[in-house]
């Protein structure tokens, strides 16, 4: 009986060892980091090619798990904007790390976006857009959202709805040929009509400059060749 009462003495200092290593040993709850290359934001053109950077993961346990990353989110290039790039890696623990990447889509003629006093000159004389003192008709100049190095002037000739596109390429301004419909305002015969514009310009430190030509589509007519624009920023 004392033999048996030794035995289980023991077999119970045992358990109670087993518990005790147990409960000591460490719990990984850690997540890996993530390290994107080139930082945590970027931007890119719009219309141009995304492609992810690279990244890395650390562990504190594993290591490198590099390749264990996953990326989620989307980007569209075609729509300027702020997209999020998510990047995931799990350690063998199961803790998740993550890394948000913020990428902008912009157009690289932003910088014209503004509010603008006009001035031109056409074969009548000089002529001070409206705008200039009143705020209703003030001349602005938006970049596309979906088009790269398209920006668009919303009233040139400071006629009312006179909304033109305009490409850059560095600082060379071109206005395409293009007809924009219902210009102006009024009650008589053509005071609203389709307008016909063209021409080329140039940015400047300031603003642009434009020399175009503009014409009433039949049947209204009403020609003007090599008006001479300039814009400054407000």
């Known amino acids: 009986m004392k033999k048996t009462i030794l035995f289980s003495a023991s077999a119970l200092a045992f358990t109670i060892g087993t518990i005790l290593l147990s409960g000591c040993a460490k719990e990984d709850s850690t997540a890996p980091v ?51 790039v998510t990047y995931s890696a799990t350690d063998a623990a199961g803790n998740v790390g993550t890394a948000d990447l913020v990428v902008t889509v912009r157009n690289d003629a932003y910088a014209l976006e503004s509010d603008y006093d006009g001035n031109e000159t056409d074969a009548l004389g000089p002529y001070t857009y409206s705008g200039n003192t009143n705020p209703a008709k003030v001349v602005q100049v938006t970049a596309s959202t979906t088009v790269n190095n398209r920006v668009t002037i919303n009233r040139l000739g400071d006629f009312a709805n006179n909304a033109v596109y305009m490409t850059i390429t560095g600082t060379n301004i071109t206005i395409p040929s293009q007809t924009v419909p219902s210009v102006g305002t009024g009650t008589m015969t053509c005071d609203v009509h389709d307008r016909q514009s063209s021409g080329t310009g140039t940015v400047t430190t300031t603003g642009f400059t434009l020399t175009y030509n503009d014409s009433k589509v039949t049947p209204c007519s009403g020609t003007r060749t090599a008006v001479a624009a300039t814009f400054t920023k407000k």
């Open 34 to 84: 993530i390290t994107v290359t080139g930082g945590n934001a970027m931007t890119i053109s719009l219309n141009s090619t995304f492609t992810a950077p690279a990244a890395t993961a650390e562990d504190d346990e594993d290591g490198d798990i590099t390749t264990s990353i996953t990326t989620s989110g989307t980007v569209d290039e075609d729509l300027t904007g702020d997209y999020t």
